[in-house]
């Protein structure tokens, strides 16, 4: 039976955590599937804060593995789905 993961990444403070999580999505590149950046903005506003929702490709190691690099990542809260297909 195939699974299917999808990760949430809360971000509480873009400047500060986006270096350290873009290295991470780049060291994890080939499990990213669907990469997807939220925050709120508008003409007079743009958010310190920020959602990253990731489509993983891979087995339950690989999606461990991706968690586990996230976790490390001070600051962000991380969730994970994983769908039974």
Not at 9 to 36: D, F, K, S, W, Y
Request: proline residues 4%.
């Amino acid at each position: 039976m195939a699974k299917r993961c999808v990760m949430g990444v809360l971000v509480p403070n873009r400047v500060q955590n986006v270096p350290q999580l873009q290295a991470v999505l780049t060291e994890c590149g080939c499990q990213i599937r669907t990469r997807l950046g939220l925050h709120d903005t508008d003409a007079n506003f743009c958010s310190p804060n920020g959602l990253v929702i990731l489509e993983l490709y891979g087995d339950d190691a690989a999606y461990d593995e991706v968690e586990k690099k996230l976790k490390a990542v001070k600051g962000l809260q991380v969730q994970k789905m994983i769908f039974e297909a």
